[in-house]
């Protein structure tokens, strides 16, 4: 008779074949219930609800909703495919969320179906779907696939919402209305339908974000097809922000956005920047001093155990995995290390901040120096291989508990260099601190060690103001990860301004 830890590796063996191709979700009958059952009882499948599951980990609380959050947008896909074949599609407003590159894991999909029947499923941690029956499915060219999701196109979800969507939700129709090279599927639509009201406030959102000559073709279409068209402004007074550039991705007229949107947020809530200072060599003194209080907090906040003996013995060169097999083994260790290591390669990033060098620019040149150095011991210890240390991730990313999932991969690619663009153009040392922090971690571009770059950008760009060296306490983590929730979620930055303010000030007034 097989011992209970080789029926479980049968099971295992058995959902690895399912999760072939990064598959997360799975039907009651795609395992036998002997299998199914083993799986769920040991924590590796998560029951959504009867006849639906999803990957999971032992590993994971009940209150953790990573995997579910992971697994959301496949479930929604797979459940309308099971249920309404091709006959589905998310409502326009989802659509634009999407297109907008909105990525927070919504309350309540909706998804439209001929086939639907007015009805909420109650699905994990809050969130729901409801299947709204309408007459028909728009014709094929409306509709595209994204990561076996049925959208509306950009320019059907854009004459699918209603005149409200706009002013209560500008940044996603803005980046998406920027998106758009010209106004031929949307004449297409709105002459078909004859939505003179519709074209009318297109038409005066292109005007309103600088797109006069698409809102003057609208007009002057509508008009010459036989309808009066009266242009109005659907947005609120201060609800352009910037203007996204035409026809640039989505995701980079998301970013300037959300950078436009914050900064003053930013400049009337942080301290005063001191200068860059004359002694640059007591500055880099401070630095060195501070170093065993910043690994302990900073590795603290991602969940290491570490404690000053072992932050010294990374230090002192004292970790070797050559020799040592429990080195080898410890990821504690291997973390401690490498944050030294990269601890080394800020500092000489710093160092060149205070002779002058744009800090934007040397981030953009010098942070893939700083992300190999924290996982190279990963590599030494043979845990990584050193492929995994070059370029950006190629899958998709999910934090812990949070509703708020970064970009896809594939826009990383597209994110980063609007990133260090907007960094680099700044001026205020204080925006390019805090929303330097918060965007490197909201576009999350590496597959781990995400939250360490960023407090070491943060610092970095700290140093072109002149400000100390700052510590984000561990003590401070709920506090902190709520407040960058907030700034991903809800477009928020002053809960985060403020803490990152305090600990400022707390530091000026040590250096004082």
């Not at 960058?484 to 600990?503: E, G, N, V, Y």
Request: charged share 25%; aromatic share 10%; glycine share 8%.
């Amino acid at each position: 008779m097989a011992a209970p830890n080789e029926k479980l590796a049968e099971s295992l063996a058995e959902l690895k074949e399912l999760q072939a191709g990064g598959r997360r979700v799975f039907r009651s009958g795609d395992l036998s219930r002997v299998h199914r059952e083993r799986l769920v009882a040991n924590g590796f499948l998560l029951e959504v609800m009867k006849g639906w599951l999803i990957s999971s980990s032992p590993g994971a609380r009940a209150a953790d909703s990573t995997p579910w959050y992971a697994s959301f947008w496949e479930f929604c896909a797979r459940y309308c495919d099971q249920r309404f074949g091709d006959q589905w599609h998310l409502s326009a407003e989802q659509s634009l969320w999407l297109h907008g590159e909105k990525t927070v894991i919504p309350e309540q999909v909706v998804a439209n179906s001929p086939k639907g029947t007015n009805h909420t499923i109650n699905l994990l941690f809050g969130t729901s779907l409801y299947d709204l029956k309408v007459p028909d499915m728009p014709p094929a060219p409306n509709l595209v696939m994204r990561d076996g999701l049925r959208l509306l196109s950009p320019a059907a979800a854009l004459v699918g919402v209603g005149e409200t969507f706009f002013a209560r939700n500008p940044v996603e129709s803005q980046v998406v209305l920027a998106s758009l090279a010209d106004a031929w599927d949307l004449l297409r639509l709105l002459l078909d339908g004859g939505n003179s009201t519709k074209a009318g406030y297109l038409a005066g959102a292109f005007r309103r974000i600088g797109g006069a000559g698409l809102a003057d073709e609208i007009v002057r279409s509508m008009k010459r097809a036989g309808y009066d068209v009266r242009e109005s402004d659907p947005f609120e007074t201060g609800q352009t922000i910037g203007r996204p550039r035409p026809g640039a991705a989505p995701i980079v007229g998301r970013l300037e956005m959300m950078w436009h949107a914050t900064r003053d947020t930013i400049i009337k809530n942080f301290p005063k920047a001191p200068g860059v200072p004359k002694d640059s060599g007591a500055y880099l003194q401070d630095v060195d001093e501070i170093y065993q209080s910043d690994a302990y907090h900073s590795l603290s906040i991602e969940g290491y155990s570490v404690t000053p003996d072992l932050i010294e013995k990374a230090r002192q060169g004292e970790w070797n995995p050559d020799w040592n097999e429990r080195d080898r083994r410890d990821r504690d260790a291997l973390a401690a290390r490498g944050y030294w290591q990269a601890f080394k390669v800020v500092k000489e990033s710093v160092s060149k901040v205070l002779r002058g060098e744009n800090p934007g620019a040397l981030a953009r040149a010098e942070q893939k120096d700083w992300y190999r150095e924290l996982f190279q011991p990963f590599v030494t210890a043979g845990l990584l291989r050193a492929g995994d240390l070059a370029g950006y991730r190629n899958n998709a990313v999910y934090l812990r508990t949070s509703r708020y999932a970064p970009p896809r991969w594939e826009a990383v690619r597209d994110a980063m260099p609007a990133f260090f663009d907007l960094l680099e153009k700044e001026t205020e040392p204080s925006v390019r601190a805090v929303l330097g922090h918060w965007l490197f971690g909201y576009i999350h571009p590496y597959p781990d060690g995400n939250g360490r770059m960023a407090r070491f950008l943060m610092n970095v760009m700290l140093a072109a103001g002149g400000y100390p060296w700052t510590v984000i306490r561990v003590r401070d983590r709920n506090a902190y990860l709520s407040a960058l929730d907030r700034a991903s979620i809800d477009m928020d930055i002053k809960p985060f301004t403020t803490l990152t303010a305090q600990r400022v000030r707390w530091a000026l007034e040590k250096h004082a």
